[in-house]
């Protein structure tokens, strides 16, 4: 097959810190075979050669923040016949979502001497807010086995198959002692997507929730174990606004928490 029959692959960036597309390019041996396979039309992180739609494939990273940014996915979305989103910026909005319980306005005041030479919106927000998404690869950042396997499903017309479970099925799988029963310590891993490879649990400490919510999360069960192990209303609202705090589960046991909080 020549080069200009293989599929073309565009790797976009939004406002986000980049360790998504690095964990592209960590693939290392692996991703020559996939360049090998596809035509890397634009990857900025990799090669300032940057070449027009359409794409065959497209990879977002980051969520978006600015009013640029909304015209720039929508163009990226009409150029791509198939659009995989990256992380948990893109996928729910990341770290910096947390400007989305908080006045934009005044964090401009405080950091820039000039703040009215700043454009951006109230809120950031996950890419399939504003287009479709035919796929969301979560993590935080996302692991390279799931995303050599995302690129190699849809190169070959299949669906991806990437795990929907839990971390605790992880942890059991690596014969991790759980630290919520051994410990006493706060963990969101019964509600956590695995992925990450039970990273956290592995060393004695909580999950974060880095892959967001798993496909039937019971955070509802989970929050008055949390309470029952030390942790108040404030500190529930905390831990779920963190890599995730758009992902819709996560959402809500944050706002829930944060009127249990209101005085």
Sequence with gaps: MGASARPRLGVFKFASCDGCQLTLLDCEDDLLAVAERVEIADFREASSAVLEGPFDLALVEGSITTPAELARIAEIRAQSKTLVTIG???TAGGIQALRNFGDVREF???VYARPEFIQTLATSTPIRDHVP?????RGCPIDKG??????????GGRAPN???????IECKRRGHVCVVVAHGTPCLGP?????????CPGFHRGCYGCFGPQDTPNTGALVPKLSE????????????????ALAPAFRAAGDAAEKESSP
């Design 88 to 90: 948990a910026c893109a």
């Design 108 to 110: 401009a005041r405080v």
């Design 133 to 137: 998404v035919d796929f969301e690869l």
């Design 146 to 155: 799931q995303l050599l396997e995302v690129i190699s499903a849809f190169l």
């Design 162 to 168: 990437v795990p929907t479970e839990s971390v605790c």
């Design 191 to 199: 509600v956590t997507q695995s992925g990450c490879g039970a990273i």
């Design 229 to 244: 192990l030390g942790m108040d209303p404030s500190a529930v609202m905390r831990v779920f606004r963190t890599f995730n």
